[in-house]
T-cell receptor, first 115, second 112 residues
Framework: EAQVTQNPRYLITVTGKKLTVTCSQNMNHEYMSWYRQDPGLGLRQIYY???????DKGDVPEGYKVSRKEKRNFPLILESPSPNQTSLYFCASIGTEGAGGYEQYFGPGTRLTVT | AQKVTQAQTEISVVEKEDVTLDCVYETRDTTYYLFWYKQPPSGELVFLIR??????QNEISGRYSWNFQKSTSSFNFTITASQVVDSAVYFCALNNFNKFYFGSGTKLNVKP
C-alpha cells in the first residue's frame, strides 16, 4: 500500500529539548516536504527536498532543520523547540504523473505541543 | 509573491443544497498548478483535484465541479446536492517552482 508514515503521531515536550519527527514514504518519490498547520493560517511549507541531499526552504523554515540522506526518509528536526512551534505537522511526498504536475500524498500528521 | 485567498472562513448549508467554495490566487508565473484538498474531521488530507495553468477546462466529478478562470485568478469548487459527509475543511493550494502555497481553508458544515 502506497503511504507516507510519520512518527510520533502525538508529542508533548518542553522548551529547548531537541526532537525529531520522522517521515518515510514507500513510493520512491523524489520530492518530499514538511508543512505545519495552524488555525486560520492553513498549511505553510517549512522545507522541501527535490532529491537526496537536496533541500530548500519553504515559507516558514526558522527553527527547523531537515535532512535527506535516503530517498524514502525526510526527518524534521527541532533543535530547540519553543512554544510557538506547537502545531500540527504534515509530511508529504509527491510523484509526478504523465501529464506533468504533482499529486501530493500526505502523512497522517504529528500533533506537537511545546510547553 | 504567491498567495492563495479563501475568503470564506466557514459556510453552513442544509443537506441537498449546492455550495460553492471560492479560491483566488496570485502569481506572476505562467506555469503553475492549482489543487483542492479535503480535510475531514478525522484530520487526514485528501487530494481532490489538480489543474495546470494551461488547462482552463472546467471539470466535473460526480457531485463535485471546478471552475478555473485565469482572467479572474480564481479556481472555485462547487458541491452539488451536498451531503453530511461533505462536512470538512477544504483547502485550495498553488504550486509553482517546487513550492506550495495553501489558502487558510473553508470549513463547510452540512446539516441534515
Amino acid at each position: 500500500e502506497a503511504q507516507v508514515t510519520q512518527n510520533p503521531r502525538y508529542l508533548i515536550t518542553v522548551t529547548g529539548k531537541k526532537l525529531t519527527v520522522t517521515c518515510s514514504q514507500n513510493m520512491n518519490h523524489e520530492y518530499m516536504s514538511w508543512y505545519r498547520q495552524d488555525p486560520g493560517l492553513g498549511l505553510r511549507q517549512i522545507y522541501y527536498s527535490m532529491n537526496v541531499e537536496v533541500t530548500d526552504k519553504g515559507d516558514v523554515p526558522e527553527g527547523y532543520k531537515v535532512s535527506r540522506k535516503e530517498k524514502r526518509n525526510f526527518p524534521l528536526i527541532l533543535e530547540s523547540p519553543s512554544p510557538n512551534q506547537t502545531s500540527l505537522y504534515f509530511c508529504a511526498s509527491i510523484g509526478t504523473e504523465g501529464a506533468g504536475g504533482y499529486e501530493q500524498y500526505f502523512g497522517p500528521g504529528t500533533r506537537l505541543t511545546v510547553t | 509573491a504567491q498567495k492563495v485567498t479563501q475568503a470564506q472562513t466557514e459556510i453552513s448549508v442544509v443537506e441537498k443544497e449546492d455550495v460553492t467554495l471560492d479560491c483566488v490566487y496570485e502569481t506572476r508565473d505562467t506555469t503553475y498548478y492549482l489543487f483542492w484538498y479535503k480535510q475531514p474531521p478525522s484530520g487526514e488530507l485528501v487530494f481532490l483535484i489538480r489543474r495546470n495553468s494551461f488547462d482552463e477546462q472546467n471539470e466535473i466529478s460526480g457531485r463535485y465541479s471546478w471552475n478555473f478562470q485565469k482572467s479572474t485568478s480564481s479556481f472555485n469548487f462547487t458541491i452539488t446536492a451536498s451531503q453530511v459527509v461533505d462536512s470538512a475543511v477544504y483547502f485550495c493550494a498553488l504550486n509553482n517552482f517546487n513550492k506550495f502555497y495553501f489558502g487558510s481553508g473553508t470549513k463547510l458544515n452540512v446539516k441534515p
